[in-house]
């Protein structure tokens, strides 16, 4: 922030976590059961368009936005449309509660649909939702996105059938019968650590060029199999910025479905802040005090020299809770 100034530290909260949801993982394999709840007057339906989940309007001075979700009674028209839906489980008084993809409409019908809602990108309004209907946007992309990834058999190429309410697609060639469930790729995100006697500590921070200019969050990668998440942290650490690092520790995950991540979160200590950048993989990386972090601008504050990550990200969950920790 310019002049010195301080950014408010929020609470360090996870986004797209603490969903309230009774996933009826048992109930939901009883296909009758499931056609009951789809058939249900009771029932609640969340509509998706290509990703993007239908919310209120983002207008000045109406608040924050919400999800929306149509009774079965206003929901006939979705239904007709929907090219494919997922049971994602029972709110806490039982209510089913049911995505529907309208993917395959074309944009006009499905705002035709929306009675004056709109269609977003979860990453534009995450940071505004509840963390319940952040929660509830991240789950029922995650699982469209699926079912639109895996439409074909990965062994023979058949097509594939929803079964169990949506979390399950089974080939329908018999002689295969091959059975896919949902996939979530791991990644590990870490805040590093260099701590010094007689020096404020430091924590270590990359930028990637696509994000907005002075922006800097924690390193992160993919993990790769045959390799634990501890391993993944240290070779991405190491890979990235040249820093050894030890006393990998869980702090926290998220679940990120853009496009199907699991993110895992550590925090891990360097004793050398020595640096030899990957390039390719990183724009820039540097040390910084808990206090320089307090001074930096939020993402997107085109005013600010330096930034943090977005607010719905594990990123910023790790760095907040960081930067609070050492400035108490």
């Known amino acids: 922030m310019t002049d010195g100034g301080q950014r408010r530290l929020a609470r360090a909260t996870l986004r797209y976590a603490q969903g309230h949801l009774d996933r009826a993982g048992i109930l939901r394999k009883d ?19 290509r990703d993007r989940n239908l919310v209120t309007p983002l ?12 009774a079965a009674g206003e929901a006939h028209a ?15 008084d039982r209510t089913p509660l049911i995505a529907l993809d309208l993917s395959a409409c074309e944009e006009q019908h499905a705002y035709g649909l929306a009675d004056g809602h709109r269609f977003f990108d979860l990453r534009r309004v995450g940071p505004l939702l509840s963390v ?3 929660a509830l946007c991240a789950y029922a992309r995650g699982m469209l996105y699926w079912h639109r990834q895996h439409g074909f058999c990965s ?21 295969c019968g091959h059975i896919t469930f949902p996939r979530t790729d791991p990644a590990v995100i870490m805040l ?17 060029p696509r994000w907005p200019p002075g922006t800097y969050s924690t390193l992160a990668g993919f993990v790769e199999p045959g390799e634990s998440l501890e391993e993944a942290v240290a070779r991405e650490v190491h890979e990235e910025t040249g820093v050894r690092v030890t006393d990998v520790t869980y702090r926290a995950s998220q679940p990120w479905p853009f496009p ?9 200590r360097a004793h050398d802040t020595t640096l030899h950048l990957d390039t390719e993989e990183v724009e820039d990386a540097r040390w910084f005090t808990a206090r320089e972090i307090a001074s930096f601008g939020e993402w997107g504050d085109d005013s600010a020299p330096l930034r943090v990550p977005r ?8 760095i907040d809770s960081w930067v609070a920790g050492e400035r108490r």
């Not at 059961?33 to 509509?47: D, G, Y």
């Not at 979705?78 to 806490?92: F, H, I, K, N």
């Not at 062994?155 to 002689?175: I, K, N």
């Open 78 to 92: 979705w239904r007709e449309a929907a090219g494919q839906w997922v049971l994602l489980g029972l709110l806490p």
């Open 192 to 208: 590093v650590v260099c701590e010094r006697a007689g020096e404020p500590p430091l924590c270590l921070l990359g930028r990637d």
């Open 59 to 70: 207008e000045d001075g109406a608040g924050d936005p919400m999800a929306v979700t149509f």
């Open 311 to 318: 607010r719905d990200s594990i990123a910023r969950y790790l």
């Open 155 to 175: 062994r023979c190429g058949s097509p594939t059938h929803s079964r169990q309410g949506g979390h399950v697609r089974a080939c329908s060639d018999a002689g």
């Open 260 to 268: 199907a991540s699991i993110m895992l979160g550590f925090h891990a």
């Open 132 to 134: 319940t209907d952040a």
């Open 31 to 49: 296909e009758v059961w499931v056609r009951e709840q789809l058939a249900s007057a009771a029932a609640r339906f969340v509509p998706l368009w």
